[in-house]
């Protein structure tokens, strides 16, 4: 499932082609993704202008003067792609803008959405109303993970994946962030001192920020609007790496938790 890197790298790259431009065409071409589309997704868009691109958690939004914002989620494995030689069977929604640019939101799997939010209202909107604060702003800070954690017996692992606690942070950063802090997966939240909390902050924003840079990791058939695979995967310390040898020379182990695979060296984190 693409995440917060790979949102943030989709949207910087659409920014390039929709930021300031007028929507010309808006082709809706099925009823539904995860759930349908919105009715008036073609009227709302179509010669409105672009005002601005942004982030929420794992979601892409798209500004209109029209004071309309398009929220999209990627799902699985969604993915948009810029002028296309020619469109796909999977190719569910197309925008052209005045400069004859094309883009077209592709999910294979359906498990994406698009809505059409009210901008002034986008923060009190039903998946945005209780997120946490972002990993890259100012919101996250070790004061907040620890009123978050305080008296928690819950896994730091699984709190940190609470939306509600971090908003966008998903499997793969949790685990390459916990590994570069030396903090164990497993330890419970309210047990994480305040000294680790302050020390996995800024590493958050680190492994984030790097691969934002690289482009996002490839999982399956991500890729970036413009065709490109991102490659922040061959930096993953721990993810991925089962039995592998981890950088302070221990072995990388592999547990499960809350349903999903978590990679941690039990030598460095503790």
Excluded at 101 to 118: I, P
Excluded at 125 to 138: I, R
Excluded at 229 to 239: E, S
Aim: proline share 4%; hydrophobic share 40%; glycine share 12%.
């Amino acid at each position: 499932m693409p995440e917060l890197p790979e949102v943030e790298t989709t949207v910087r790259g659409l920014a390039t082609v929709l930021h300031g431009q007028v929507i010309t065409r808006v082709q809706v071409n099925r009823r539904d993704l995860r759930r349908p589309f919105p009715v008036d997704l073609a009227q709302a868009l179509t010669g409105a202008r672009v005002t601005g691109m942004g982030r929420r958690a794992k979601y892409g939004l798209i500004h209109t003067d029209r004071d309309r914002t398009m929220v999209f989620h990627l799902g699985m494995s969604g993915r948009w792609r810029i002028d296309p030689e020619e469109m796909g069977k999977h190719d569910h929604l197309v925008l052209e803008t005045g400069e004859g640019r094309v883009l077209a939101l592709n999910d294979a799997r359906r498990f994406g959405s698009v809505d059409l939010v009210d901008t002034p209202a986008l923060e009190a909107w039903g998946p945005f109303a209780a997120l946490g604060p972002e990993p890259l702003g100012e919101g996250l800070s070790a004061k907040h993970l620890a009123a978050a954690f305080k008296g928690r017996i819950a896994a730091v692992k699984l709190l940190l994946l609470d939306q509600r606690i971090v908003a966008g942070l998903g499997n793969i950063y949790v685990c390459e962030a916990l590994n570069r802090a030396g903090i164990h997966p497993e330890r419970e939240g309210g047990k994480v001192s305040a000294k680790a909390l302050e020390r996995l902050v800024p590493l958050i924003r680190d492994v984030l920020e790097e691969s934002i840079a690289a482009g996002g990791s490839t999982l399956r058939d991500y890729a970036r609007p413009d065709g490109e695979l991102g490659y922040f995967a061959k930096d993953w310390r721990v993810y991925g790496r089962e039995g592998e040898v981890c950088a302070c020379g221990g072995t990388v182990s592999r547990v499960v938790q809350g349903g999903r695979s978590t990679f941690f060296c039990a030598k460095c984190q503790k």
